[in-house]
């Protein structure tokens, strides 16, 4: 039974996630509160934390900010008590993301900084992207350039880092394929040139 719970979640997330990337808000959510409501026999906090989250996303979208905060802070509270860093830093940034969007950028500055640290605690170059380039924006609103000019530059530097590491792991890829390739056509030429001596 919980198998079958697990993957109809599962399911319900994977559908929700294209009409989210759809822009189809009002069928994500759809999708993401069915799979809550299945949730609930489940008891999977870790679940309900990552499907809480995303409904805030779809509020997010739909510019009703209270509702998603309301969804974020609920998605925060279940990841403090896991102890799910990762988690709490994407909670952060979400919220931050959205008091930029309802215009509260003091707000908006506290829970950026807080996913900043998170980020940069658990070593996550991505989180620390989301943050550092929502907080350059919310400096300059808040005309504090010194700040909004160092975490900026903070913010290129760390995505042309992660952009190389991408671009060499690209290279190597390719260098491999082509090695691959390289010797599948001389074992080819190989088996011609056997079949022929036959």
Do not use: P, W
């Amino acid at each position: 039974d919980y198998n079958v719970n697990g993957q109809i979640i599962r399911i319900f997330n994977n559908i929700a996630g294209v009409y989210l990337q759809r822009l189809d808000y009002n069928k994500a959510l759809e999708y993401y509160k069915n799979a809550l409501q299945v949730n609930v026999k489940e008891g999977s906090r870790i679940l309900e934390a990552s499907l809480l989250n995303n409904i805030g996303i779809c509020y997010h979208e739909k510019r009703d900010f209270n509702l998603a905060n309301h969804y974020f802070f609920n998605a925060l509270a279940i990841r403090k008590e896991q102890g799910d860093k990762r988690g709490q830093a994407q909670c952060f940034n979400n919220i931050g993301k959205n008091y930029v969007y309802s215009r509260n950028f003091n707000q908006a500055k506290d829970y950026l900084l807080k996913a900043l640290d998170l980020g940069r605690e658990i070593g996550s170059k991505e989180s620390q992207l989301i943050s550092l380039q929502s907080l350059s924006l919310v400096y300059d609103t808040l005309r504090d350039y010194r700040n909004a000019f160092n975490t900026f530059q903070e913010f290129k530097s760390i995505n042309d880092s992660l952009f190389n590491i991408e671009s060499a792991n690209r290279i190597a890829q390719l260098e491999m394929q082509y090695q691959v390739d390289k010797q599948q056509k001389l074992f080819d030429l190989e088996l011609k040139r056997r079949e022929a001596e036959k």
